[in-house]
């Protein structure tokens, strides 16, 4: 099983509504939790990081949010654009193997004018 | 121009036939990632380094190798051993293993024909 779940699979919207990406996770204790953005045929860019004292971070559009006492996060999205399209992955740190990062599958977000 | 690069972005061979897939940084970070990543999958590591001259075996080790001659550059050998070696491969590097916000490199795309 999984330790970190991401919902759902895919997502369409268009441009300029809001959306919500969730993350839940079953590692215990954790480090950080992050968000990247992977573009089709590229690597992962971070968007956040959050350690297990913060309970939300924002990059520009992007918010992520994070409750550990239900070991969830979520991505939220604001108006968003075109640019936007990309599939979003939550990792989490496992607080006793730093090295290494427990990846999600990933969110992939199409945004349609 | 700092980063980590990739090459070749895309990279195509016959069953059966060792490969080679490049990685370099300038970031001056030492710790070096490999991962794989298969649609509908997180990403998977490979191998990783942690300091020149020294490296571990991840997850999914079998059928690869590395080295780590030089801080700046991590190869990764896809032999023939690999059973399904079509994927896409993602280099990462970071300060340390213990501050490990991982940068990634834009990835090669490997297909074994």
């Known amino acids: 099983k999984n330790q970190v779940e991401q919902s759902p699979q895919s997502l369409i919207i268009l441009e300029g509504k809001n959306c919500t990406l969730q993350?839940?996770?079953?590692?215990?204790?954790?480090?950080?939790l992050r968000w990247y953005k992977q573009d089709t045929g590229r690597g992962p860019v971070s968007l956040t990081i959050m350690t297990f004292s913060e309970n939300t971070k924002s990059n520009g559009r992007y918010t992520a949010t994070l409750d550990a006492d239900t070991k969830q996060s979520s991505l939220h999205i604001t108006a968003s654009q075109l640019s936007d399209s990309a599939s979003y992955i939550c990792v989490v740190i496992d607080l006793y193997n730093t090295d290494k990062l427990i990846f999600g599958t990933g969110t992939r977000l199409q945004v349609f004018p | 121009d700092g980063g980590i690069t990739q090459s070749p972005k895309y990279l195509f061979r016959k069953e059966g036939q060792n490969v080679t897939l490049s990685c370099e940084q300038n970031?001056?970070?030492?710790?070096m990632y490999w991962y794989r990543q298969d649609p509908g999958q997180g990403l998977r590591l490979i191998y990783y380094s942690q300091i020149v001259n020294d490296f571990q075996k991840g997850d999914i080790a079998e059928g690869y190798s590395v080295s780590r001659e030089k801080k700046e550059s991590f190869p990764l050998t896809v032999t023939s051993a690999q059973k399904n070696p079509t994927a896409f491969y993602l280099c990462a590097s970071s300060i340390s293993a213990v501050i490990n916000e991982q940068f990634f490199g834009p990835g090669t795309r490997l297909t074994v024909l």
């Open positions: 970031l001056n970070h030492d710790a």
């Open positions: 993350c839940n996770y079953t590692v215990s204790p954790f480090s950080n």
